[in-house]
């Protein structure tokens, strides 16, 4: 499968807990980006990659959260202290790095978190 | 950006078409429209889009008013598979960044 994989799928954590998500894009994908889901909404971009620089970062991110990509191929994304309004589904999605509109994003399955 | 404005909801009847609405009154002349959906517990997944003339793919169709500020995505025949949640999305030209999701219309197919 050369599809856009995230793990784990399924998180559950007590409230105050760190937690960490991984992404792996599809191989020759340089722009790597995530979304938060929540129930019944579209969901809502967070942070975007081209190869391992953060380019872009939406005021959704707040300080406990943080994403990396440190050798421009998988992607992490950390939630310290998580609190109740963090669950979610968390979406990841990359693309080539082709500068045109078509630009299509390729979304992974998410990982849905559950903070007790 | 320009905002999109679709309906919560849409029925149709297998193996029927169908046409969900979009409008995008203050669509700018460099914005791209695009289409995705989300079926259950699955992540967003590219349909198709367009800019000014009406498109084709083999998944749907596209049609665009001439004046932009409205579009159409057609579904030729729906089947239970095409029971989803379709996001119209407005792209500004060269803006490979994020995409801007609203609440997207949520598609029930009835056998």
């Known amino acids: 499968d050369t599809g856009v994989s995230q793990d784990p799928r399924h998180k559950i954590t007590k409230r105050g807990q760190n937690v960490t998500f991984r992404c792996d894009p599809i191989?020759?994908?340089?722009?790597l980006y995530w979304y938060r889901q929540t129930l019944g909404q579209g969901p809502e971009f967070l942070t975007y990659f081209q190869n391992e620089a953060q380019l872009e970062k939406s005021r959704l991110l707040s300080d406990r959260f943080s994403a990396e990509r440190p050798k421009g191929s998988f992607s992490t994304l950390e939630i310290q202290r998580t609190e109740q309004g963090d669950s979610a589904m968390y979406l990841c999605?990359?693309?080539?790095?082709?500068?045109?509109?078509?630009?299509?994003?390729?979304f992974g399955p998410g990982t849905r978190l559950t903070v007790l | 950006d320009a905002k999109t404005t679709q309906p919560n909801s849409m029925e149709s009847n297998e193996e029927e078409p169908v046409h969900l609405p979009c409008n995008h009154s203050t669509i700018s002349g460099t914005d791209y429209i695009h289409w995705y959906r989300q079926l259950p517990s699955q992540g967003p997944e590219y349909v198709i889009h367009g800019l000014t003339s009406n498109v084709n793919n083999r998944m749907a169709s596209l049609a665009i008013a001439e004046d932009r500020k409205s579009s159409t995505l057609i579904l030729h025949r729906a089947t239970l598979r095409d029971a989803a949640v379709y996001y119209c999305i407005l792209r500004v030209d060269n803006a490979g960044n994020m995409l801007t999701f609203g609440g997207g219309t949520r598609l029930m197919v009835k056998p």
């Open positions: 999605a990359s693309s080539p790095s082709r500068d045109r509109p078509r630009n299509e994003q390729f």
């Open positions: 191989s020759e994908h340089n722009r």
